[in-house]
Every structure is written in C-alpha cells, then in structure tokens.
C-alpha cells in the first residue's frame, strides 16, 4: 500500500528519501513521485511503475535540497498514472503533498474550490487537499495553520506529509486512520508510515495517533492536536534491525521468510510455555484470569491469511476450550450489525496490524463493549496500540507480500490463547502438558519439513504449465487448503480453489479431468480415512493427485501421483507443518513462470483502506 517518506536536515534530501522509499517497495505500489523544497522553489518529479523509472526520470539532475518528501501510490482514486502520482500540488506551486488513505468528501470539496477558481490536474482526492491547504497558507499564516484548517473540513482517512516553499525547513504530517510516524536522528529528523523506511538512520520514533499532527523541523518537532494544542508523546525504540529486513542471500524475501519458520515459530513461543502447569504465560493479554471466565463467545476477525489463521483458531478454540467461536471478514463484520457484548472476546489477527478493516472491525466491537485482543506481529502499530491487549507473534519483519511467517506464528500464538483460556476451563493439566510438548517440539518439525524444498520444487516443475489447481483438506487442515490455494493464485496468477474436501462432491467434482491438479493436505489425523474416499473419486475421474502425507504413510503412495511427507503431531498443529509444501510449491511454481514473488501485481502488503 502506499508510502511516506520526508526529510529534513543538513543533508541533501532527494537522495536520503529515495532510500526509504525503496525500503517500502515491497508494500506494493503502482507509481512513484518526490518532491523538494530547493532554492525557494517545490520541485516535483513523479512517474508510473517502479521507483527505478522516476531515478531514471531523475537521471543526473538531482536537487540539492535539504527537505524532501518522497511516496509510492497503490491506486484507489484515479488511475496509476504520473499524472495521479503523488505528491500533488497547488495551483501556485507553493505546497507539495502527499497522502495515504482516502477522503471521502473529496468531491463536495473539489467543486466547491473549482468554483473559487482552483484548478484540478488530477483525478485523485488527495488533490482536493493541496488546494485547500493552499487557501489557507495565503497571507502568512503558517503552514501548519492550514494544514490544521484544511484538515478539519475533510471526512475519511489520511497520513499526509506536507511541504511548503515558504517554509523550506519544515514537514508537516498529520493522521488519521493510515499510520505515520515521526523518526528522530542528530539535527535532522523525519517522517514515515513504517519504520523500515528510516531505520538506516535512527530507532527513535514517535508514532502519531489519529488526530495528531507534527511539526517537523531539522532541529526539533512537535506534535499537536488539529486545534494546534501541543502534546507530549513518548518516543518508542524500534528493536528491529536493518539486516533483517534484507534479503540475506536468498533470491526472495518470500524464500527467505519460508525459510525462517523454525525461528519465527520458535520466537512466538518462546518463554511463554509452562509444561509443568500445562499451561502458558501470555503478559500481554491485560485481561484477568476471571474476566476470561466470564467469556461466554469468542470472535475472531481478520483479512486475507490472517482470517485463515482465523478458521483454524476458530476449530481450536471450539476442540479445546470449549467456547463457542465464530470467525468474521473484518470487512463484512464492521458493516453488520454484529451480535457482541460485553462477555464477547474480539479477537483481531493481523501480520501489520494496520489492516484497516481490520482495525474498524476492532473498533465497532470496541464500541459495542466487547473485550479486544490483537494477534499482531508488527510491535507499536495501530491495532496493537488500540485493542485492550494482545499476543506478540514476534515473527520479525514480514516483508514478501504474500504472508508465510505470520501465518504459522498466528497459529502459534492461536494454540497458546486456546491452551490459557482451555486451562481456566475444562482442559486438564495432563491435556495441557501435551499440547504445551507439541508446541515445544514444533520448530525443529518445521525444520524437517523445510529440508524438503527440493522435492517440493521437483513436483513444482510439474505444474507451471496448470491453469487451474484445486486444494483440498477437511478439519484443521480445510483452512491450509484454502491459504495454499491463495498462496498460489497470489503469487504464480494461476487460479486455484480452495475446498472442503467433502465438499467437492458438491460442485468442483465437475471441474476434474486429467488437466486438473488437486492437492490434497492428508495427514493421519482424524479424518483421514475419509479424505482417502475422497482421493479415490479424485482418481477415478482422472485427476492429478498432490498429497501431503503424515510420514511413513504408504498408503496413499499407489493413490498420489506426487507426495510430500510432513512429520507427526497433534492434529491442531498440523497446520503448521502442511502449509509448509503448499507455500514452497506456489513460490517455486512462480519464480518458474517468471513472476514477481515478493511484489505481486496489484496486491499490496498492507491494505490500509476499505
Ligand atoms: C494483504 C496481504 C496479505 C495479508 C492481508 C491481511 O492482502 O497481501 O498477505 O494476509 O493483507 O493483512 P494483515 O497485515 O492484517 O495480516
């Protein structure tokens, strides 16, 4: 999704926002622009496509300023064009702006400063912001007077970045609903919507909250509210380091993230399991132990492979804890008319935790008096600021846009929830010792499976050429087939289904002859006998059978044209060692067919608008 990136400072701006902005690539984006304030003037220069197409556009004539503001553009309002990229100006070329997020009344705006004369040149909303920033800047005041007053007349959601001529050593931000942060260096300090973008340079940041603006000089910054009354806020150390958001000798951030799951697993456990109680310990949940036994129901709500994690949290909960638990797009949840209370807990699962129906979704459980939790990976973001409390998955920077680490560490993090509240209900200690072993045991199993890859990426081989795939699992692992299947529609555009293997019988059955692979997740669990039924109708239709099979299991060996072995473990863990083949399968079957693994076309890494 989009990006900010500003400067201010000593030093030569252009080059320094570049940088960051070429940090954020990886969110997803469809054009790119800067601007600068240089020798009194705001100098843009904006492009389509890739940040590498506007340094070309560049080329040698780079600016010498020293505050510069730099954003990637995932379209929402008009076409990815150079025209709609940002930053957007005014109509006297004073002020340079630019946004993420969408502004809703932007056309009542816009024909209200057309008819005052103001002239449009694109067709986005956040030009109706330039313009009415450029209103108010007249006749001296200050820009962050108008960025305040202009801010105060727009409904829907932002995190903008502003410069002005007249000001040539300021940056004004400001936010609402799309994150932004202010990093301080040494008598240079600047702006972002994610700290990747600055860490090169400093770990201090100060995360604005909706409604904040900050002022932003080379020596110093303020943050105020939009009547412009100062605040304090406190400055956050960011604990991740820039080796490892690179790419660390893989040929992708998606391998290289796949490839990490025994210590991103690992990580979300670690010091939170108590085998001896059978139970775990989660300091983040600020919820006592007797308001969690007062929960009657349990939501679960989330986007994408977050709502995955969701599905298998949801047979988790159910199996083990015995609370009746529902799972909700967040985008059909917040715009119901959702049945919760004050004995409901909401939890919300997301790797950015920036997802922003996600985070509405939270809000309108928030609002109706439910208790919050997040399941969140990125520390300080804006759902694990907001939620009552939450679990860490502590996966690391997640930075391939199709998700792989957060899902296994959301399922991580999703068993250790299930085993606490199991704990203070009906589990017994024995039962709890035995998930709390599994759970120890895992990360060395995900290492098992991972040594694997070459198989996986000879059977891959075998597939570039599939228009269409079918995924099938049943139990724990109906939602595995659902995420392979979404890992590979992602990343490798070819269509894929995910199913209920039952279920097939009711429709994709159709679909099936010998063009069509089904990959079929059948581990030994409790329903394998009937997915094995279910591998025999594939078969007898003349599918091409995947499995993914418990090890040591021959009998599918006659059945499968293909299979894959996963170690044993408890059915609820599964999960975490099938998904494994399917998300190694989808990268090898993409990097074949030549597409972009880590940025794939119009998808985007963190969806912050509706
Ligand atoms: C986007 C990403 C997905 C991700 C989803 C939810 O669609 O491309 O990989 O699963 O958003 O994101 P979240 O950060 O809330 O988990």
């Known amino acids: ?17 570049l940088d960051g902005l070429k940090r954020l690539e990886y969110r997803g984006y469809d054009s790119a622009g800067i601007a600068v304030v240089d020798g009194g003037h705001v100098e843009v220069f904006k492009a389509p ?15 010498a300023g020293h505050t510069a503001l730099a954003h990637t553009r995932w379209a929402t309002h008009g076409a990815p064009n150079t025209v709609n990229a940002h930053p957007h100006t005014d109509c006297g070329g004073t ?7 969408i502004i809703e009344n932007a056309q009542v705006l816009r024909t209200a400063l057309s008819k005052r004369g103001h002239v449009f040149r694109s067709a986005t909303d956040t030009e109706v912001l330039a313009h009415l920033v450029e209103d108010l800047h007249a006749n001296g ?21 502003v410069v002005s001529s007249r000001e040539p050593d300021t940056i004004v931000a400001a936010r609402r609903g799309s994150p932004l942060l202010v990093a301080i260096g040494a008598g240079e300090n600047f702006v972002a919507s994610d700290a990747s973008a600055v860490l090169a340079h400093t770990r ?3 995360y604005l909250d909706d409604g904040e603006i900050a002022v932003v000089r080379p020596g110093d910054y303020r943050i105020l509210d939009l009547h412009t009354v100062e605040k304090e806020k406190a400055v956050t150390q960011v604990d991740w380091d820039l080796g490892t958001i690179e790419r660390g000798g893989f040929a992708h951030f998606m391998l290289k993230e796949i490839m990490e799951q025994p210590e991103s697993v690992q990580n979300t456990l670690r010091g939170r399991l108590l085998e001896e109680e059978g139970t775990v310990r989660l300091g983040g949940l600020n919820i006592s132990d007797e308001e969690l036994l007062r929960i009657q129901r349990i939501v679960i709500t989330a986007c994408g492979t977050s709502w995955h994690a969701a599905l298998i949290g949801e047979y988790m909960m159910e199996e083990l804890a015995r609370i009746p638990t529902e799972v909700e797009y967040a985008s059909e949840f917040r715009y119901r008319n959702p049945i919760v209370d004050e004995r409901t807990l909401v939890i919300g699962i997301s790797q950015s935790g920036e997802t922003a129906d996600t985070l509405a979704a939270l809000r309108e459980a928030k609002r109706r008096g439910a208790r919050t939790l997040g399941l969140v990976n990125v ?21 391939g846009v199709a998700s792989t680490k957060a899902f296994t560490s959301q399922i991580a993090a999703l068993a250790l929830l299930t085993l606490k509240m199991g704990r203070l209900r009906a589990l017994s200690i024995l039962q709890g010792r035995e998930v709390v072993r599994a759970l120890g045991r895992l990360p060395a199993l995900v290492q098992r499976v991972l040594a694997r890859a070459p198989e996986v990426e000879r059977i891959a081989e075998r597939l570039i050429r599939a228009t269409n795939v079918l995924y099938l699992g049943r139990g724990y692992n109906f939602p595995v087939a659902l995420e392979g299947a979404l890992k590979l529609k992602e990343i490798s ?16 059955i159709a679909l099936i002859d010998d063009l069509m692979p089904v990959v079929f997740v059948a581990p030994k669990d409790t329903v394998y006998q009937k997915v094995v039924s279910n591998i025999e109708e594939v078969k007898a239709r003349g599918g091409k059978v995947i499995a993914i ?16 072995e996963i170690p044993e473990t408890l059915d609820l863990l599964t999960p975490v060692l099938s998904v494994l083949p399917l998300q190694l399968l989808a990268y090898y079957i993409a990097v074949r067919r030549g597409c972009n693994v880590d940025q794939p076309r119009n998808l985007a890494k963190s969806v912050t608008v509706e």
């Open 1 to 17: 999704m989009c990006g900010i990136v500003g400067y201010t400072g000593p030093r030569q701006g252009v080059p320094l926002v």
């Open 49 to 63: 496509g890739r940040i590498s197409v506007l340094e070309k556009e560049l080329g040698s004539r780079m600016p």
């Open 95 to 101: 002020i340079a702006l630019v946004h993420n997020g």
């Open 141 to 161: 005041t200050p820009l962050v007077d108008a960025v305040a007053g202009a801010l105060r007349q727009v409904e829907g959601t932002y995190g903008i970045a």
């Open 204 to 206: 201090s940041v100060v």
């Open 379 to 399: 520390v300080g973001s804006t759902i694990a600021r907001e939620v009552d409390g939450g679990i860490y998955l502590h996966a690391g920077p997640e930075i």
């Open 493 to 508: 555009y070819i269509h894929a289904e995910g199913y209920p293997a039952a279920e097939m019988k009711h429709g994709p």
């Open 549 to 564: 099979v418990t090890e040591g299991d021959t009998g599918l060996a006659k059945l499968a044209d293909h299979q894959i």
